[in-house]
């Protein structure tokens, strides 16, 4: 059964059936349909090789129970920079840096700038919408290929894509957790309760980080109030792993479950460096499940992939096609 930490924006799996509130049915014209758009924070690469394309059509024939893990590289192209890319990430472009979980924990100060920065950005964060790698994916799972997709990230464009199988293992910024009694609430109440605590402070910044902060000054956020736990008074914090903390045991061992259950592994739009996701390509190889990598630049399993294959994920996976 899968827990409130997977449940988000309508998708929930009840009686081991999939339910999707406000589900209409996709057609192949989401993948088909191409958006014209910029896409400032995907790293330079070339163009799939023809080769390349028929090898993931034939990796992709030959799989009934497909197992997808997906990082930053998916959600770039929908305007969401991600931390390691280079030239364009996060890490290459500002001195900006996560907020490490421990410290969250022991400085009100720092949950005051955490909570500002997110609050300005949240907006914007909010509004991305899924590309065509996700509509791709999504599409795959209402044919039967997908068998479970695993996302690094916290976006939610999965589930805005109405894929219903899905694991946050990094949570989402999408809900908000109280430390204390574990109650949690929507984003958007969240949003609403800040606006209210502080009519009259105002800041703007146009940096965006993966998980929604943008860049303010220690001026900017003097004066900015957080709102407590309105059930317990307990520190509120986003439902995401944090720098520094870990993936709850639980979320791993249902993923351990569905990649068992999976034939083959293919990652996308992650670089792996994480020790979170990288422990499931590496219990793939293990189980000798085939692998595929569409990724631009090196990934810490490309020793293990049958497929690597270095290019924007939405442009590859839109030219496979499935026929089920």
């Not at 191409?34 to 390349?52: A, H, I, K, T, Y």
């Not at 991600?82 to 364009?88: A, F, I, L, N, P």
């Not at 300005?120 to 999504?138: C, D, I, M, Y």
């Not at 499940?289 to 569409?294: F, L, Q, R, T, Y």
Request: proline fraction near 5%.
């Amino acid at each position: 059964m899968v827990r409130s930490s997977q449940i988000l924006l309508g998708a929930v799996l009840r009686n081991k059936k999939i339910v999707c509130l406000n589900y209409r049915p996709l057609t192949t014209s989401l993948r088909l349909n191409q958006v014209e758009q910029s896409l400032p924070f995907v790293p330079r690469c070339g163009e799939p090789s023809d080769d390349d394309i028929i090898q993931l059509q034939d990796f992709v024939n030959r799989s009934r129970r497909l197992f997808v893990l997906t990082g930053a590289g998916l959600s770039t192209e929908s305007g969401i920079p991600d931390y390691r890319s280079e030239g364009v990430g996060l890490y290459a472009t500002s001195k900006n840096r996560p907020v490490q979980y421990i410290d969250f924990l022991k400085s009100a100060v720092i949950r005051q700038r955490y909570w500002a920065r997110n609050y300005v950005g949240w907006p914007r964060f909010s509004s991305f919408q899924p590309n065509e790698a996700h509509k791709t994916l999504s599409y795959w799972e209402h044919v039967g290929l997908v068998h479970w997709i695993v996302t690094q990230n916290v976006d939610a464009l999965h589930y805005k894509a109405r894929s219903l199988r899905v694991t946050e293992l990094h949570g989402s910024a999408h809900r908000v957790v109280c430390l204390s009694c574990h109650h949690k609430t929507h984003r958007t109440e969240m949003q609403e309760r800040i606006r209210q605590l502080n009519p009259v402070w105002h800041a703007q910044s146009q940096e965006m980080a993966p998980d929604g902060d943008v860049s303010l000054t220690q001026e900017q956020v003097e004066g900015f109030k957080v709102p407590e736990c309105s059930r317990c008074g307990g520190i509120l914090k986003p439902e995401i792993v944090f720098f520094g903390d870990n993936v709850p045991r639980p979320t791993v061992a249902f993923v351990l479950e569905r990649l068992a259950e999976s034939d083959a592994v293919l990652v996308a739009g992650s670089s792996l460096e994480v020790y979170s996701g990288y422990r499931f390509v590496n219990k793939a190889h293990e189980q000798g499940k085939p692998i595929a990598i569409i990724n631009i630049g090196n990934t810490r399993a490309d020793k293990f992939a049958d497929l690597k294959i270095s290019a924007r994920c939405g442009h590859v996976l839109q030219q496979i096609h499935v026929n089920r």
